[in-house]
């Protein structure tokens, strides 16, 4: 029988407030003419987000069409290796291969709702575009997906899904010409007809509400996680482990757990090459506060607060930001962020494919080579990690790497 866990009495869903603020984190810093399409889309949400009627919709599209609950899944051999107590949740078996999914229908729902004609989104690595142009096909609507021109070239394979599914892509050629430069191609393209286009954000992001709107529709995570420990394990976990990018999994899996205060949350940043400014994408690690993108948060930038650019193995989290509830959450020392290498990703990537049979993205590896250092200093400890996705979108980068070594 599962025990019944310490709950802290603060409720963590008191964040943000009505400002969009997470303490001094968030808010909207945006050209005047974003600002009524940012209102709009508030009202939207408020009015929406928490219906019967969303809600009802919502779920059963999850579970019919995205596959949910996905599964809780015991690692019975990292367990022996580690000596802990290793447990998955295993969004990689999500409909189109991440928690993506989750998020891009529940926006696109909304955007019905709204009665907004168009979906327009960005994307990086391209896993939330090809979520969207799912979506869009799914609820019938039109999709144009933003993204970077060297992101056009790198992720060939998830271009053609889009464009198989039905949607436009649009090689951006402006700014650093990958996901950043998205992003601002979106919102130029909102601007100009902010009620007949919805913009789908793909993390946990931008200005308010949609760091708010991204983590709701992604605590279905920690929410099927919490309840999928204490029927399974018989206990909720020690400590809750997750690779952050811009912070959508990470949060989605945290937030339920919040308020319990005997679990410990690990989030994982991309280490990249090293502590230098410009060789990850740490920016909870390494950034400084600033504004980029619409929102106050942590941010890689250099002395002259010039916003720099990052690298990572993995481009699901190259990315020279953070979403600000995050940055709420480690200055408020709730939850502590750490990172972990190119390196150490992906000898934990071919450690999970070979242990478990699972080949996680090369974002999630970060979790796996957080979660491990975790456990050599906590043995026996009861270890959930958020398995973000499943890495056969990365097998042209295995093979120039880790294959590449062994032949
Ligand atoms: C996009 C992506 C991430 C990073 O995005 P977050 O918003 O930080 O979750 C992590 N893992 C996978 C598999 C992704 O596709």
């Given at each position: 029988m599962s025990t019944s866990p310490q709950r802290s009495?603060?409720?963590?869903?008191?964040?943000?407030?009505?400002?969009?603020?997470?303490g001094t984190f968030g808010g909207r810093y945006v050209p005047e003419t974003l600002v009524a399409a940012l209102d709009r889309l508030q009202q939207g949400v408020e009015r929406h987000l928490h219906s019967a009627d969303f809600q009802a919709e919502f779920r059963q599209e999850l579970a019919t069409?995205?596959?949910?609950?996905?599964a809780l899944t015991r690692a019975g051999t990292l367990s022996r290796r580690w000596g802990a107590e290793v447990w998955l949740k295993r969004e990689d078996l999500a409909h189109t291969g991440a928690h993506k999914i989750n998020n891009a229908i529940g926006q696109t729902l909304l955007a019905k709702r709204l009665g907004a004609k168009r979906i327009i989104a960005e994307t990086g690595a391209g896993q939330h575009g090809v979520a969207s142009a799912a979506a869009a096909a799914r609820l019938g609507m039109p999709c144009v997906v933003y993204m970077g021109a060297i992101d056009v070239e790198r992720q060939a394979p998830n271009v053609g899904r889009m464009k198989l599914m039905g949607a436009t892509v649009v090689p951006v050629t402006s700014g650093d010409q990958t996901l950043r430069a998205a992003i601002d191609e979106a919102l130029r393209d909102w601007v100009s007809d902010p009620n007949g286009t919805y913009y789908s954000l793909?993390?946990?992001?931008?200005?308010?509400?949609y760091p708010y709107l991204v983590r709701e529709l992604q605590s279905v995570i920690g929410q099927e996680a919490r309840a999928q420990m204490l029927e399974r394990a018989g206990g909720l976990p020690d400590v809750a482990v997750a690779c952050v990018g811009g912070g959508s999994n990470a949060i989605g899996l945290f937030h339920p757990f919040?308020?319990?205060?005997g679990v410990r949350l690990l989030g994982i940043e991309a280490g990249g090459r090293g502590?230098?400014?410009?060789?990850?994408?740490?920016s909870l690690t390494f950034g400084t506060p600033g504004v980029l993108q619409g929102s106050y948060t942590l941010i890689l930038q250099d002395a002259f607060g010039q916003v720099r650019e990052t690298h990572s193995v993995s481009a699901g989290l190259d990315y020279s930001g953070v979403g600000p509830e995050h940055a709420y959450l480690h200055t408020s020392g709730r939850v502590t962020y750490e990172s972990a290498t190119d390196e150490e990703a992906l000898d934990a990537l071919t450690e999970c494919a070979e242990c478990e049979g699972i080949l996680p993205a090369i974002e999630t590896a970060h979790a796996f080579a957080g979660a491990r250092r975790f456990a050599r200093a906590h043995p026996g400890a009861r270890i959930l990690i958020?398995?973000?996705?499943?890495g056969d979108k990365d097998m042209p980068i295995l093979q120039r790497t880790v294959l590449a070594e062994r032949s």
């Open positions: 009495a603060v409720p963590p869903a008191a964040y943000p407030d009505a400002k969009g603020r997470f069409w995205v596959g949910r609950p996905t793909g993390s946990a992001v931008g200005p308010h509400p919040l308020a319990d205060d502590p230098g400014l410009g060789d990850n994408a740490a958020g398995c973000s996705g499943r």
